[in-house]
């Protein structure tokens, strides 16, 4: 019995140390400007737009090209999109869509999207998305028009 108490206590502190909240740790991401790679072409974050879903979430598409609330998402040759809950926060487990113009787009589950400030005009935020080959895959900051239509 002696012999156990020390070999619980070891094995019950290794356990409580290994155990982490996501909230403790959470994933870096790159403050650059979003940058990488979409359907094997570079892209280089320049514009984009963001609206409130009828269900209160937030999409964004972000664009390599200069794009605002007038520009229509159609209009973007290559384009990162993602919906995620409208709050500053971490959001993990995010879908994020790579397209391209006359391509069909590519969905990369287990994305990560953190929105960093949201006004009345403008949202902030970071995207690091990684699909299984290195065609599609983005990591950096951006700041989008947030429209109201």
Known sequence: MKKFYPLAI???SFFMLSCSDDSESP???AEQTLMGTVMGDPFLATGGKAFVNPNGSISLSVTNTVADCSTDIL???YYVSADVPN???F???VIVIFGKENEAP???LNSIVEITEITATE???KIKSIS???DNRVEGSFTISLCTS
């Open 10 to 12: 070891i094995a019950i």
């Open 27 to 29: 994933d870096t991401i």
């Open 75 to 77: 209009d973007f040759v």
């Open 87 to 89: 709050r500053i926060g």
């Open 91 to 93: 959001h993990r487990n």
């Open 106 to 108: 590519l969905n990369v």
């Open 123 to 125: 949202l902030t935020g």
């Open 132 to 134: 299984s080959t290195d």
